[in-house]
C-alpha cells in the first residue's frame, strides 16, 4: 500500500520553480541518492526497533522497509496497519522497554 501523496510535495515545488521542464531531472534525483537513507542503513551496528504505519503519507512505508531491509544487525520491525505518520499506540511502551532492555 504505497500512500506518497503528501511525501515529495517538496519535489514538485522544486521543479515548478526550478526546473519546470524537468530537463534536470535525471541529475536531481541522482544528487538526492547520496542522501537517501537506505543508503545510510548498512553502516548501523546497534540493535533496532522500528514502526511503521502502512497509511503513512509523510514517510512512505516504501521508503521506510527499502531503508530496514538494509540494516544488517539485529532488527525488529512493529507493523501498524491502520496508521499514518502520528502517535503508535503502545509504541512508546515497547520503546522505553527495548531501551531498557540494551
Known amino acids: 500500500m ?3 501523496k503528501n ?3 517538496e519535489l ?3 521543479f515548478r520553480h ?3 521542464k524537468h530537463q534536470r531531472e535525471a541529475e536531481i534525483f541522482r544528487r538526492l541518492g ?4 537506505q543508503h545510510l542503513a548498512p553502516r548501523i551496528k546497534a540493535e533496532v526497533l522500528m514502526a511503521t504505519g502502512f497509511d503513512d503519507e509523510i514517510c512512505p512505508p516504501s521508503t521506510q522497509f527499502a531503508a530496514y531491509n538494509k540494516i544488517t544487525s539485529k532488527k525488529t520491525l512493529e ?3 491502520d496508521f499514518g505518520h502520528e502517535n503508535l499506540p503502545g509504541f ?3 520503546t ?3 531501551m531498557m532492555g540494551l
Open 79 to 81: 507493523i501498524y496497519p
Open 34 to 37: 547520496y542522501i537517501d537513507v
Open 96 to 98: 522505553f522497554t527495548f
Open 2 to 4: 504505497e500512500q506518497a
Open 18 to 20: 526550478h526546473d519546470p
Open 7 to 9: 511525501a515529495y510535495f
Open 12 to 14: 514538485k515545488d522544486f
Open 92 to 94: 512508546q511502551d515497547e
